[in-house]
């Protein structure tokens, strides 16, 4: 099974800064199948970027996601308020068909 | 717009069986890809598993004691985790595996959650 570990645990940061998050898997993987996701407390988890690189409907264009293989990586350009939440990484294995998480990095307002 | 809810008891008892449904508007169980994820407080998301037409595909870790079900008649799914203990206290939430022409592996639609609490 693969795992995903997900760096800094957490990251300060301050609005208008840029923010780089890091996925790292265990195993080399298929793009195709990394995603990320922003989720605030109380709220449903947001899908933010799918195949590596792909921006969900509606994301901002702040938001890039990039990387192959064992590293990728999420990048917020210019921070903004709304930005401040859990952000996690997220592979899928079709053989067996399994999902898997990163225990996440905690974007906090410095 | 499809939204999806989850319902059930908020308490469940050590050794008994945790059941949840999801209820789904906008959009119809009787295809597409449904599934829970659950998160223990304090840590990151975990997936429990995932029906759909033609099967059903567990977590390895869960598979053991895990039950899953469509009522295609409500436009609902289920969970039921049996056997609980203390380590099964999380939010548990109701997913939607994007539906896509080219086999892009993620989740569009979430329940709101809802936490289970195991405890006597």
């Known amino acids: 099974e693969i795992v995903l570990t997900q760096s800094p645990g957490t990251l300060s940061l301050s609005p208008g800064q840029r923010a780089t998050l890091s996925c790292r898997a265990s195993?080399?993987?298929?793009?195709?199948?990394l995603a990320w996701y922003q989720h605030k407390p109380g709220q449903a988890p947001r899908l933010l970027i799918y195949?590596?690189?792909n921006r969900a409907s509606g994301l901002p264009d702040r938001f890039s996601g990039s990387g192959s293989g064992t590293d990728f990586s999420l990048t917020i350009s210019r921070l903004e308020p709304e930005d401040f939440a859990v952000y996690y990484c997220q592979h899928f294995d079709h053989t067996p068909p399994i999902y898997t998480f990163g225990q996440g990095t905690k974007l906090e307002i410095k | 717009q499809v939204q999806l809810q989850e319902s059930g008891p908020g308490l469940v008892k050590p050794s008994e069986t945790l059941s949840l449904t999801c209820s789904v508007s906008g959009a119809s169980t009787s295809i597409d890809y449904w599934g829970w994820i659950r998160q223990p407080a304090g840590k990151g998301l975990e997936w429990i598993g995932r029906?759909?037409?033609?099967?059903?595909d567990f977590s390895p870790s869960l598979k053991s004691r895990v039950t899953m079900s469509v009522d295609t008649s409500k436009n609902q799914f289920s969970l039921k985790l049996s056997s609980v203990t203390a380590a099964d206290t999380a939010v548990y939430y109701c997913?939607?595996?994007?539906?896509?022409?080219?086999?892009?592996?993620?989740?569009?639609?979430w329940g709101q959650g809802m936490l289970v609490t195991v405890s006597s």
């Open positions: 195949g590596a690189s």
């Open positions: 195993q080399s993987v298929n793009s195709k199948y």
């Open positions: 997913v939607r595996e994007r539906p896509n022409g080219n086999d892009w592996r993620d989740f569009d639609y």
């Open positions: 029906t759909y037409a033609s099967g059903i």
